[in-house]
């Protein structure tokens, strides 16, 4: 990351690593200032970072260096992929002893840096967010904001932002607002950016529902096309004013699967629609229309395989939770582009939308709740999203399944012969990684709370170059310093096309 403090640089991280995260890259965000306030302590005065004061100089890159020191042994002993070294990294010799240090260990850097021209939104973000960082901890607020004032003047008395004609950058202006890039060069720097690209912080909702109770719901079975129960039909009809009474007359866009259960039920919806193919759910191939029960008589290796590992399990003829996430890519960077969303989809699809914002890892996101008959909105903030749910008063069945409690592997081939758990090089998409990293402290993976995520979404209108948004979206800044670990040759394939579009 490269920028000012208050720009956003930790939002940005933050972002960046749940997304990739979320596709199965390992990724973790090493915070320069997570560092500084172990080795020096909090609470430090503005004039420690005064680049005049030597000694705070010389904390500050000890508390660099062992950031980065960790960072390396992290891709060197536990396959990271992609770090997010979140620092302001503001001047050139700072960037310049990042790149030679990580490309001596064969290690890929993209700077990103966050440029903010809105002083409103500085002056939002120290009061939103660094107010309440351990560096501010029982100061009052109104001394933190001055304090923290003098520290940004600080770094801008010798602030460069980046031109390194030689490196690879995406600069953020007023996120979501321009973007200008240099030297993009491998496939998942170019997936990155354009994720960036996406962001935007306007403020909006959005909203998710499983489609009202189908026939299908009714009768235990998984999948097919059915159509709506008669209680289906009288949630697709409580809907529009549900939403309506929750959105006022904002602009909503509704997305809804090709299926005809997600399409009946948004029919009465007064919003423009889209359908896609992308939002059907998850394709339980040759189970496709039985119960449970029938699944456990007839399959019973596949039952205990899908409870043993329910993420990786891929039906047979079917598709794997992973699949279905990797199919959602285009869906996530959509969401991130617009504003007033609804989707009404499926429980499957709508688990794996739901981990993505609130950063379930792989274990827990097939057994996510999204009951029938509920609303979900989500209201993106700074550091993280709110969440509330609106249950409608209409009975439905319960579809959820809960973890079983000993789960017994029978790994067997499939029909096809291959076994259902995918072979993976550690750190490729597709891959299966153990210990996927919990980027935010926004919940915890245990208790099944409305958590804390995060979300902003972005409108853009090209590649290459700057472009610009037409959606009013509100600025802000950050700099983020991405750096990609380039070791296996394989790094281009970090991210595989989506399974089924
Ligand atoms: O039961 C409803 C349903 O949408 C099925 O069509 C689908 O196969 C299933 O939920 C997915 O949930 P799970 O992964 O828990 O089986």
């Given amino acids: 990351m490269v920028g000012l403090p208050a720009r956003g640089k930790t939002y940005i991280s933050q972002k960046v690593c749940r997304y990739l995260t979320w596709l199965s890259i390992k990724t973790k965000v090493f915070n320069v200032g997570n560092y500084r306030r172990k080795l020096h302590g909090a609470n430090m005065p503005h004039t420690f970072f005064d680049p005049h004061n030597c000694i705070g100089e010389q904390h500050r890159r000890e508390a660099a260096a062992a950031a980065m020191e ?241 993420f990786n399990y891929r039906y047979r003829g079917g598709e794997s939770y992973r699949d279905v996430v990797l199919r959602l890519e285009p869906i996530i960077m959509e969401l991130e582009r617009h504003e007033n969303i609804l989707i009404v989809g499926h429980q499957a699809i709508l688990r794996c939308i739901y981990a993505y914002f609130m950063n379930y890892d792989q274990d827990d996101l097939p057994y996510l709740k999204i009951p029938l008959h509920t609303v979900i909105e989500f209201t993106p903030k700074a550091y993280g999203c709110e969440e509330k749910r609106y249950k409608v008063d209409i009975e439905a069945v319960d579809t959820h399944r809960p973890k079983p409690v000993k789960a017994k592997a029978v790994v067997k081939p499939t029909a096809t012969g291959v076994p259902n758990k995918p072979k993976s090089v550690p750190g490729a998409s597709g891959e299966i990684v153990k210990d996927p990293v919990s980027i935010l402290p926004l919940k915890n993976h245990k208790d099944k709370e409305i958590p804390n995520g995060t979300a902003i979404n972005g409108t853009t209108n090209g590649i290459n170059g700057s472009h610009s948004h037409t959606n009013g979206v509100t600025p802000e800044a950050a700099i983020a310093g991405l750096h990609l670990s380039d070791p296996p040759k394989a790094r281009e394939r970090l991210i595989p096309s989506t399974t089924k579009v």
Avoid at 130 to 159: C, G, T
Avoid at 208 to 229: P, T, W, Y
Avoid at 241 to 246: K, P, Q, T, Y
Avoid at 286 to 294: A, H, K, P, R
């Fill in 70 to 310: 960790d960072m390396i042994r992290w891709f060197n002993e536990e396959q990271g992929v992609v770090a997010i070294y979140d620092a302001t990294n503001s001047t050139i010799a700072r960037r310049k002893w990042l790149h030679e240090s990580l490309s001596k260990q064969d290690i890929k850097v993209l700077f990103i840096e966050s440029i903010c021209q809105d002083e409103s939104l500085i002056i939002a973000n120290i009061k939103e967010v660094k107010l309440s960082s351990p560096d501010y901890a029982n100061v009052d607020p109104e001394d933190a904001a001055i304090d923290f004032r003098a520290r940004i003047d600080h770094y801008k008395e010798q602030y460069e932002t980046i031109t390194e004609e030689n490196y690879t950058y995406i600069k953020l202006i007023n996120v979501g607002s321009q973007t200008i890039i240099n030297m993009i060069q491998v496939y998942l720097e170019s997936r990155i950016v354009y994720y960036l690209m996406n962001l935007h912080i306007a403020p909006r909702k959005i909203y998710f529902s499983r489609h009202g109770e189908s026939q299908f719901n009714v009768q235990g079975k998984i999948g097919g096309d059915s159509f709506l129960s008669p209680r289906g039909e009288l949630y697709a009809a409580k809907l529009p004013g549900l939403i309506s009474d929750n959105l006022g007359g904002k602009p909503l866009t509704v997305w809804t699967s090709t299926m005809n259960r997600t399409i009946q039920t948004a029919a009465g919806l007064p919003y423009p629609k889209m359908q896609w193919k992308a939002l059907d759910e998850l394709d339980s191939g040759l189970c496709d229309g039985m119960t449970y029960e029938e699944i456990e008589q007839k399959y019973p290796e596949d039952y205990a395989n899908r409870d043993e590992d329910k």
